[in-house]
């Protein structure tokens, strides 16, 4: 007697597993009204200014220090 070592595996139907389909776009649909607050996305955006400063200042220091080694 032979033991098949692959695992079992259940049989599953594949239109099951496809998402339903969706219209892109919907000439009868109500226009979609949202507030500011709603609309709004992300964050303040001082953290990405700050991000972007300290790489700067990164790049700068890095720099220099390249130009230290250099010579």
Same mark, same amino acid.
């Given at each position: 007697?032979?033991? $098949?070592?692959? #695992?079992? %595996?259940?049989?599953? =139907?594949?239109?099951?597993?496809?998402? +339903?389909?969706?219209? @892109?776009?919907?000439? $009868?649909?109500? #226009?979609? %009204?949202?507030?500011? =607050?709603?609309?709004?996305?992300?964050? +303040?955006?001082?953290? @990405?200014?700050?991000?972007?400063?300290?790489?700067?200042?990164?790049?700068?220091?890095?720099?220099?220090?390249?130009?230290?080694?250099?010579?």
């Amino acid at each position: 007697m032979m033991v $098949d070592p692959r #695992p079992k %595996v259940p049989q599953q =139907d594949n239109e099951k597993l496809r998402p +339903p389909l969706r219209l @892109v776009y919907d000439r $009868d649909a109500e #226009p979609t %009204v949202e507030t500011p =607050d709603e609309a709004e996305q992300g964050t +303040p955006r001082w953290p @990405v200014l700050i991000l972007l400063i300290s790489g700067l200042a990164n790049a700068v220091i890095a720099w220099f220090v390249a130009g230290l080694l250099a010579y």
